[in-house]
């Protein structure tokens, strides 16, 4: 097998992902609070698919670290080794609400936070992220890097109707996999969800 796994794969790694860039809000749109973004992902002791989350020595069962859990890296035959974890503080679902958020302000809507002005008129938006997860598929010549994620959206809005579903998926071929081509990968998947939010939701505003 050419494609070999770069970088430490054995252990666990806790390596912090860069903040997406803040979008402003524009100056005018219907005014939405992000109330809740609930971490709904489900993870496995031992999948067969590694695009399945999991963690080392079983500690699917607790939250403070699936929490923070965005990867399992592999070794040369596909065996699952370490995992990579944010650093304590940051989860995946405030990294998720920052995208989402920036997907609202992007198809217009002007996102308010605590303590601004209209905060408690605005039309409130519930989230559930029921998948955001890195992996990778060994190849003969390369190693595929995936990230796939996808959230459930909620709100009285005209454009969310009974609920939207939001998918996103980014993948890369490489010769190796270093730890930043992890977070790399990780942080277009996240950004990729904001683009899919604005997208849905300014063709869902369209005049039919």
Wanted: charged fraction near 25%; include cysteine; proline fraction near 5%.
């Amino acid at each position: 097998m050419a494609a070999v796994l770069g970088g430490c794969a054995v252990g666990r790694s806790v390596v912090p992902l860069d903040q997406a860039q803040a979008i402003q809000n524009p100056v005018s749109g219907i005014a939405v609070k992000i109330k809740s973004v609930e971490d709904a992902r489900v993870f496995e002791a031992a999948p067969k698919d590694p695009s399945t989350p999991s963690l080392q020595d079983g500690e699917i069962g607790n939250s403070a670290i699936t929490a923070r859990a965005i990867a399992r890296k592999r070794g040369g035959f596909g065996k699952a080794l370490g995992d990579i974890l944010l650093p304590e503080g940051q989860t995946v679902a405030a990294v998720m609400e920052d995208s989402i958020g920036n997907g609202f302000r992007k198809a217009g809507y002007r996102v308010l936070q605590p303590g601004d002005q209209g905060y408690e008129q605005a039309v409130t938006v519930d989230a559930w992220v029921r998948q955001y997860w890195t992996w990778v598929n060994l190849g003969f010549w390369a190693v595929t890097v995936h990230c796939r994620a996808e959230v459930d959206l909620k709100g009285d809005l005209p454009a969310l109707g009974g609920g939207l579903t939001i998918p996103a998926e980014v993948s890369e071929d490489m010769q190796a996999v270093f730890e930043e081509d992890w977070l790399r990968i990780a942080a277009k998947g996240r950004d990729r969800v904001s683009e899919n939010v604005a997208q849905t939701l300014a063709d869902k505003s369209k005049p039919r």
